[in-house]
């Protein structure tokens, strides 16, 4: 397993850990800068255990909490620490903590130093690597946002001790994601019995996938060939706008990329792109971690909110609907041609099978 | 006179027009994608000159409306507008709305397309060329921001047809201010008594030494040699102090810039860097356009406030206060040493003359 990653995003070196133990103030800033620790009252407990003495930010937990009175909060406690401009921001916690203290270490000063450990598989898997930061805004999910890859990321086992098992299953949605876009021996460690046994195998190897692509396309401008940045939001287009039309908060992100997935692969078999067999194995995997994956969705009653938010999906360019669905090897980006419009909503009503 | 620039500002590239008239629709976005054209009550009318039919995003005029609110105005406005990832900002105004907007355009889905047409001197010389965004918050002038240069910036003479005797005074200072960092000859061109026949030209001069400046550093790391980006700082280390210590708004930014480079000159002066007779050309030429030049300033009657802004100011690096002085030739940033401490407050209070 590798435990040590070096990135270049975009002129932006980031540097990954992946190991047992959270490590000490010390590892975290060698140099002993002036420092915030941002965490929330479900991480506070862990961020006294690398800064027992220090005043912490502590934000109020939960998807909610992602707008912009966070942000604020977390800019008055770096002012009132005496933060300067090359004042460190160490965000400790899910991906709403991660994604809130990048987004104000960016902008703080114009961009103060940024170091984060995530403390969920989610985060792990996704939010802390690569550099995107935001918060909600009009009800649209990182509406706001920046592009600021933290300069080290501490992935630690022992922060996934406490982690509740809805926050597991949660995470491993985006792994079995990044597993489908990387390929076979990715995707057999996934489906194997023993994954919990394994899983900062997962994490490493999901680290190793997400950070090729994003130094590839750090800030998801390429737009032609294989799809770069895009394909990691394999499933997403599916899943924002299920998560979108049943409103924030009402499955886990993770539900989301999962349905969405499986989504994305019917498609991809309706336009002869995924292989019928690799749709199945893809529905089977996320059906075995207990995922739902039936379209329609049982909580979704009404199709109207739905295709609005399709619509009105960020990842859409130049007016052409574009989706990431599986391929025979990997995912590729497709844009719907004319005719085919009406696919996606045929899809999530289950009219393909 | 030099009517076009095109730099490379840390991977960004921006293009600057100096001309007459303001720009058509057609010639700030050829590509005719969708956009949202940011002005304030003042600028309103010159917006409509451009975009006739189009909605307008109209914000309360004045320094005071430079926060987080105006920014979620302009994010609101863009979002009705159905602005995607690749919609347009177009800022129509001064520095507050070209920071604002450029603001909004850095975080709207991590950035959107940005163009810029500034409306005031001040704004020409200063705010909307060389990437800085931002917003004020507790009080403190930008303490949010981000690096977020403009794609293209339109300097047209029609604009200050209309601009207040007042605003005229505030941009000069800037260009005075980069004039003295240049040379002789642009330093000669602002002290001639035909400066406001030739504005465009300072403004050309102004818009190719910063442009400069910041293609060399565009992010004011640089810290060692002649200052870099910072240098651009001549005045504002002491002028951004008095704005503080004053309450912002009490006077402009031009007078607290005039103010703070008589002051530089003078520290310049003590520590032995500044020759007497270019500090004296220095408050010369301020004097001459009517700026308030005496130490103490008139309306500090406590210098309590004055050192502890002073002290907070963001430009401070490592610990030892630094400052941009004129030197015999431009400007060179300098460190107070030990047993120098006591200098930026003497010379406020007028001891050395």
Same mark, same amino acid.
């Given at each position: 397993? %590798?435990?040590? =990653?070096?990135?270049? =995003?975009?002129? =932006?070196?980031?540097?990954?850990?992946?190991?047992?133990?959270?490590?000490?103030?010390?590892?975290?800033?060698?140099?002993?800068?002036?420092?915030?620790?941002?965490?929330?009252?479900?991480?506070?407990?862990?961020?006294?255990?690398?800064?027992?003495?220090?005043?912490?930010?502590?934000?109020?937990?939960?998807?909610?909490?992602?707008?912009?009175?966070?942000? +604020?909060?977390?800019?008055?406690?770096?002012?009132?620490?005496?933060?300067?401009?090359?004042?460190? &921001?160490?965000?400790?916690?899910?991906?709403?903590?991660?994604?809130?203290?990048?987004?104000?270490?960016?902008?703080?000063?114009?961009?103060?130093?940024?170091?984060?450990?995530?403390?969920?598989?989610?985060?792990?898997?996704?939010?802390?690597?690569?550099?995107?930061?935001?918060?909600?805004?009009?009800?649209?999910?990182?509406?706001?946002?920046?592009?600021?890859?933290?300069?080290?990321?501490?992935?630690?086992?022992?922060?996934?001790?406490?982690?509740?098992?809805?926050?597991? %299953?949660?995470?491993?949605?985006?792994?079995?994601?990044?597993?489908?876009?990387?390929?076979?021996? &990715? &995707?057999?460690?996934?489906?194997?019995?023993?994954?919990?046994?394994?899983?900062?195998?997962?994490?490493?190897?999901?680290?190793?996938?997400?950070?090729?692509?994003?130094?590839?396309?750090?800030?998801?401008?390429?737009?032609?060939?294989?799809?770069?940045?895009?394909?990691?939001?394999?499933?997403?287009?599916?899943?924002?706008?299920? +998560?979108?039309?049943?409103?924030?908060?009402?499955?886990?992100?993770?539900?989301?990329?999962?349905?969405?997935?499986?989504?994305?692969?019917?498609?991809?078999?309706?336009?002869?792109?995924?292989?019928?067999?690799?749709?199945?194995?893809?529905?089977?995997?996320?059906?075995?971690?207990?995922?739902?994956?039936?379209?329609?969705?049982?909580?979704?009653?009404?199709?109207?909110?739905?295709?609005?938010?399709?619509?009105?999906?960020?990842?859409?360019?130049?007016?052409?609907?574009?989706?990431?669905?599986?391929?025979?090897?990997?995912?590729?980006?497709?844009?719907?041609?004319?005719?085919?419009?009406?696919?996606?909503?045929?899809?999530?009503?289950?009219?393909?099978?």
């Amino acid at each position: 397993m %590798k435990e040590e =990653f070096s990135f270049n =995003f975009g002129g =932006f070196s980031s540097r990954v850990f992946i190991r047992e133990n959270l490590p000490s103030l010390d590892e975290v800033i060698p140099e002993k800068r002036r420092f915030l620790l941002v965490c929330d009252r479900n991480t506070e407990f862990l961020a006294r255990k690398i800064a027992s003495g220090s005043p912490l930010c502590v934000l109020p937990p939960g998807e909610n909490a992602k707008e912009w009175a966070q942000v +604020e909060t977390i800019l008055r406690c770096a002012r009132e620490a005496g933060l300067g401009r090359d004042g460190v &921001f160490i965000g400790l916690g899910g991906g709403v903590v991660t994604d809130l203290t990048a987004f104000a270490a960016s902008v703080y000063m114009r961009g103060g130093s940024l170091r984060l450990v995530p403390t969920t598989l989610l985060a792990m898997a996704d939010a802390a690597l690569g550099g995107k930061t935001g918060f909600d805004l009009f009800g649209i999910k990182n509406l706001a946002g920046t592009f600021f890859p933290a300069e080290t990321i501490y992935m630690c086992r022992q922060a996934l001790d406490s982690l509740p098992e809805t926050e597991w %299953k949660s995470g491993m949605a985006e792994i079995i994601k990044t597993a489908i876009i990387d390929g076979e021996d &990715f &995707f057999s460690l996934v489906n194997s019995p023993s994954v919990k046994d394994n899983i900062m195998e997962c994490v490493s190897r999901s680290a190793a996938v997400k950070g090729r692509i994003v130094e590839a396309d750090p800030r998801e401008t390429a737009d032609s060939g294989n799809g770069g940045r895009a394909l990691l939001n394999l499933g997403h287009t599916f899943g924002h706008a299920l +998560e979108s039309a049943l409103g924030l908060g009402r499955i886990t992100h993770g539900e989301a990329v999962a349905w969405g997935t499986v989504r994305a692969a019917g498609l991809g078999k309706v336009l002869g792109i995924t292989p019928p067999e690799r749709a199945e194995a893809i529905g089977g995997v996320f059906k075995k971690y207990g995922y739902e994956t039936a379209a329609p969705h049982p909580l979704l009653k009404d199709n109207t909110e739905f295709m609005k938010a399709l619509e009105g999906d960020k990842k859409r360019k130049g007016g052409k609907p574009r989706f990431i669905v599986p391929a025979g090897q990997g995912a590729i980006q497709v844009y719907l041609e004319k005719g085919q419009e009406h696919l996606p909503e045929a899809i999530i009503r289950g009219s393909y099978s």
